[in-house]
Every structure is written in structure tokens, then in C-alpha cells.
């Protein structure tokens, strides 16, 4: 007898909240990228150990690129690393679910149907995904590196 094909998405109201890690790291994210866009980058270097040497990584342009997106600056977030804004608005979407969640006390909840099949292709396109945006942010190192390096 053949099994019923598991969806890749499914989406469900529940009583409790099965991710509240996922709501603190996203009011985490959200409430740094406030304070950057509203103080300022932070005073420390937050670069890999290979960014004086003009070699960038996907996440390079990343905390600039949040406080441009706290600031509503799209243009200028996407122009410095367009994941960003995907993190941002991600994290504004966990932090509203959680918003109703404790006033209505039902939990939308997303589950991932991971068959192994499913799971090979998304870490593929995952992977994919990161070499361009690697590829794209190396081709973006003398705006990355403007203004960061303490090497020169």
C-alpha cells in the first residue's frame, strides 16, 4: 500500500508555542538592528580574519546592510547584502507571530516536511545560494571594505 506523500509545508494554529527560541534569537536580531539604525554601527570590528586582505565572505556588508533595513533604506540594505533584509523582515514576522500568539493564545506554527530527498535538494540550493551571494559580495569588496579596514 502506498504511503501519502508528506507536504514539504504545512502550516497550523496550536495552543503553545513550540519555538520560543526562535521568537528571543529574532527579538535579539530585531533589537540590535534597532539600536544600530538609531545609535549608529557598533565600535568593535566584527570582520572574518580575511577581510583586510579584500577577501569577503557572504555575510560581509550584513550589519550595515540590518541597520540600513531597521532604517526602512532597502535600496541601500540590498546594495550591501541583500540576505539582510530577508533576516529582518524574517525576524519582524517571528516577533509579530509572537505578538498574537500571546494575545489571541494560539501559535502559528510552520512545519517542514524534511524527506531525505527534500532535504538534499534544499541543502543544494542552499549551498547554490551561497556561492552567489559569495561570488556577488566578493565582486562588492571595495564598497565592503570602505571606511572598516585598521590595517592601511
Do not use: K
Not at 500500500?1 to 535579539?28: I, K, N, S, Y
Not at 570582520?47 to 560581509?60: A, E, Y
Not at 540600513?68 to 525576524?91: D, F, K, T
Not at 527534500?118 to 559580495?137: D, M, P, S
Amino acid at each position: 500500500m502506498p504511503t501519502a506523500a508528506v507536504p514539504f509545508l504545512r502550516l497550523r494554529v496550536e495552543p503553545v508555542d513550540h519555538h520560543r527560541w526562535v521568537t528571543a534569537g529574532a527579538a535579539l536580531a530585531l533589537g540590535a538592528a534597532f539600536l544600530m539604525a538609531a545609535f549608529g554601527l557598533p565600535p568593535v570590528d566584527l570582520h572574518g580574519p580575511l577581510h583586510p586582505l579584500g577577501i569577503m565572505d557572504p555575510f560581509c556588508g550584513g550589519t550595515r546592510a540590518a541597520r540600513y533595513a531597521a532604517q526602512g533604506n532597502l535600496a541601500e540594505a540590498w546594495r550591501y547584502n541583500p540576505l539582510s533584509i530577508v533576516i529582518v523582515c524574517g525576524a519582524m514576522a517571528a516577533v509579530v507571530r509572537a505578538g498574537i500568539g500571546l494575545v489571541s493564545r494560539r501559535w502559528l506554527t510552520l512545519t517542514i516536511g524534511w524527506a531525505a530527498a527534500r532535504r538534499r535538494w534544499v541543502i543544494a540550493i542552499v549551498l547554490v545560494l551561497l556561492v552567489l551571494l559569495e561570488v556577488r559580495q566578493q565582486l562588492r569588496a571595495d564598497l565592503l571594505m570602505a571606511g572598516t579596514s585598521t590595517w592601511r
